[in-house]
């Protein structure tokens, strides 16, 4: 069975800082997906990131990065120069190619503080 | 593009009501999908719909039914609320049901069973 682990429950971070969410799993699975998404106070998930197992470069999207470590099987975001609008929980959550339902897996989340 | 929207945004039902989830996304997806959020324990997929016409169980499917009403159209129903049904519902849809398939979500509906 596959399991994806966020071990950080919350934590703060100063405006302008770089934070590193950590996500790691556990999957036999040779394809995956695998996503980030960002759930504000107001309650909606907005999708950040995605990267393939197979993708060879680490993925980047604006002010997210992923540091996607396939051999340790780690997927971390990286979320550089910290806005105050980047208070959120983070969620990390996986597709996999034997899953025949098609659902995303999710983590148990990151709460983000950001501090000015 | 309004992307999903979900219908209504909150709810407050008595055990053994009955009420029916809508959800309608904009961008031609043929993937939908209906999780619920509880705390501390991420989002769990009820149901599933890989196109339409077709729907399938999910982790979580006792107590709810769906409709794929249409391609753009994916409603859950609560035949008999009960307490533990109590959750945040999410309806989200992706182009198409591979590995690689982004799913966007819709902004949610909190549902309290009394």
């Known amino acids: 069975a596959q399991k994806i682990t966020q071990t950080q429950p919350g934590m703060f971070v100063q405006e302008k800082e770089a934070v590193t969410l950590d996500c790691t799993y556990d999957?036999?699975?040779?394809?995956?997906?695998l996503f980030w998404y960002k759930q504000p106070s107001s309650g909606e998930m907005i999708f950040l990131i995605y990267?393939?197992?197979?993708?060879?470069q680490n993925a980047t999207e604006g002010r997210y990065s992923l540091n996607f470590q396939k051999a340790r099987k780690s997927a971390n975001l990286v979320i550089s120069a910290s806005q105050l609008g980047d208070s959120a929980m983070y969620f990390c959550a996986m597709r996999f190619l034997t899953d025949s339902w098609g659902k995303l897996q999710f983590g148990a989340g990151t709460q983000v503080v950001v501090t000015p | 593009n309004a992307g999903v929207t979900q219908t209504p945004k909150f709810q407050v039902l008595k055990t053994g009501q009955s009420m029916t989830l809508q959800c309608a996304q904009d961008?031609?997806?043929?993937?939908m999908y209906w999780y619920r959020q509880d705390p501390g324990m991420g989002l769990r997929l009820i149901y599933y719909?890989?196109?339409?016409?077709?729907?399938d169980k999910g982790e979580v499917p006792n107590g709810y039914n769906v409709s794929r009403l249409n391609k753009r159209e994916f409603s859950l129903r609560l035949e008999s609320a009960a307490p533990s049904q109590t959750s945040v519902y999410f309806c989200?849809?992706?182009?198409?049901?591979?590995?690689?398939?982004?799913?966007?979500f819709g902004p949610g509906t909190r549902l309290l069973v009394l």
């Open positions: 999957t036999s699975d040779p394809s995956y997906g």
């Open positions: 989200a849809s992706s182009e198409g049901d591979r590995v690689g398939e982004t799913q966007y």
């Open positions: 719909s890989a196109s339409e016409g077709t729907t």
């Open positions: 990267q393939g197992s197979y993708d060879q």
């Open positions: 961008m031609n997806h043929n993937s």
